[in-house]
């Protein structure tokens, strides 16, 4: 009994569109294991759509083509290549997404489709589907002959129920041949044969390379020596070993040791070559070693020229090319008073900024604890000296001025502050 069939819905279809003149584009293949089924048995017309669970691949049709020797047979191909898996399949349907309807339906028995594995490759199934129905061509629009594309089995394989004896040898023919005595015969040499003709005598290789001048008049008998191609036995050690090996290409021993001391020692050994002892360092040192370089200095925006800081870090200053000064120092703390700051660099005028920063304990209020102000704090300005008030409740006190410096400048070695 045959095991595909057009389905109701797909024949449905095809008359419509023969009377209509419209054209059935079938371009899914779908795959599925359906439980129960009987290849068998032929497929009910009103065959459904299996559940999505049982459906194992949809895919789109490689090939499509009309059967040259049947023009109303359509064949639909498609290949399931050894990436595909791992699944069982026992239903293949042809499906229209263009109308949304199954078409037709073929049941097979069983069979597995795994897929490529380590080193195990999957295998590759080609499945060709066809339907034959009038006018095939004209209702899906295919006019490619299948064999243009399609695998031609004719002459590989027979019908069902074929034999192989006109392509084949007959059964058992193989056995037979092997086993004969002289299957090839005048091209190999029965059983027991040998080479004698073609080959060495056994042993005849060690024989060979064991003999005491198997190479004769090529090479020389057992014991030669090369006299009259190398240098004698020790020549080498005896020339390494001599005192002037190389006359008049090196100094004699001793004398180069000498000689090279005395080169070494030479107060101008190169002379024109580098410069005097010391005249690095005198370069180094030389006030304005680079005027050059000193011009480009000048040349650059403001820029720091001289730094200086007390001993005890009670005052600093730091002078720049345009005259600007910034200096600084510490206040004495613990006391009550009136306080004369003495610059230690002059200022141009009174036009200077400064300013004093300070903690102070706060015994009275939360029970201790400091507080940090910052403020000005500063009167009777002179371009040398600022004055300021204490207090005993002064942890710490700092100034800062700033401002363009007079024209003497450098440091009179002032202090940070006096009483």
Not at 126 to 134: E, G, H, L, S, V
Not at 346 to 352: E, K, R, T, V
């Amino acid at each position: 009994m045959p095991n595909s069939i057009i389905t109701d819905a797909g024949r449905a279809l095809l008359v419509r569109a023969l009377k209509e003149g419209l054209t059935v584009t079938i371009d899914r293949m779908i795959f599925a294991d359906v439980p129960g089924l009987d290849p068998a048995v032929t497929p009910g017309g009103a065959q459904p759509m299996p559940p999505a669970d049982q459906i194992k691949m949809n895919a789109a049709i490689d090939h499509a083509g009309i059967d040259d020797k049947n023009p109303d047979t359509v064949i639909y191909s498609k290949i399931l290549t050894a990436t595909d898996g791992n699944w069982y399949l026992n239903w293949i349907g042809l499906y229209s997404s263009q109308h949304k309807t199954l078409i037709a339906v073929c049941v097979v028995p069983r069979h597995y489709k795994f897929k490529t594995d380590g080193f195990q490759a999957g295998n590759t199934l080609y499945k060709n589907f066809a339907i034959q129905y009038a006018n095939a061509s004209t209702l899906t629009g295919i006019t490619i002959p299948a064999e243009k594309w399609q695998y031609n089995f004719d002459d590989r394989y027979a019908f069902k129920e074929h034999d192989h004896a006109g392509k084949y040898e007959p059964l058992g023919a193989v056995a037979n041949h092997n086993n004969d005595a002289g299957a090839h015969s005048g091209k190999f040499a029965a059983a027991g044969h040998n080479h004698d003709t073609r080959y060495e005598a056994k042993g005849a290789v060690n024989t060979h390379n064991s003999d005491a001048n198997a190479h004769s008049g090529k090479f020389a008998a057992a014991g030669h020596n090369h006299d009259t191609k190398y240098e004698p036995l020790g020549a080498v050690n005896t020339h390494n070993s001599a005192a002037n090996p190389h006359p008049g290409k090196f100094d004699a021993a001793g004398a180069a040791t000498s000689a090279v001391n005395t080169h070494n020692s030479a107060a101008a050994p190169h002379p024109g070559k580098f410069e005097a002892a010391g005249a690095v360092a005198t370069h180094n040192s030389a006030p304005d070693a680079h005027p050059d370089l000193r011009t480009r200095i000048d040349a650059i925006a403001d820029h720091v020229v001289e730094v200086w800081a007390a001993d005890d870090g009670s005052s600093w200053y730091r002078k720049y090319s345009s005259g600007w000064v910034e200096q600084g120092g510490t206040l004495p703390t613990g006391t009550t008073t009136v306080l004369t700051v003495t610059f230690p660099v002059q200022f141009a005028n009174a036009d200077y900024t400064i300013l004093k920063s300070f903690s102070i304990h706060n015994d009275g209020e939360g029970g201790g604890g400091s507080l940090i102000y910052n403020q000005a704090g500063f009167y009777t300005k002179t371009t040398k000296t600022a004055r300021t008030s204490m207090t005993n409740l002064m942890d710490a006190a700092f100034w800062i001025a700033f401002g363009r410096a007079a024209q003497q400048g450098g440091s009179d070695g002032g202090s940070g502050g006096t009483q």
